[in-house]
């Protein structure tokens, strides 16, 4: 069994991991787009894999908010 001294202990330790997973999703960015809380007409990003400009040249991948919130761990 856990004291109450060990609990509180366990509970500060998981408050400072969520807290780093909003912090790395917040700051995770490429060339100005946020790759870990994509919102908006951010939510999709299309990369160029091919030397034409149709869309079987290019992938468009989506991206997803990845915060404790967006998530359901707060």
């Not at 408050?15 to 908006?40: C, K, P």
């Amino acid at each position: 069994t856990y004291s109450s001294g060990d609990l509180t202990n366990v509970n500060t330790q998981f408050q400072a991991l969520f807290s780093e997973i909003d912090r790395v999703s917040a700051t995770a960015d490429f060339n100005g787009i946020n790759l870990l809380n994509a919102t908006g007409n951010a939510a999709t990003v299309n990369i160029q894999v091919g030397i034409g400009n149709t869309s079987n040249d290019q992938i468009a991948l989506s991206l997803t908010n990845t915060t404790t919130g967006a998530n359901g761990l707060n």
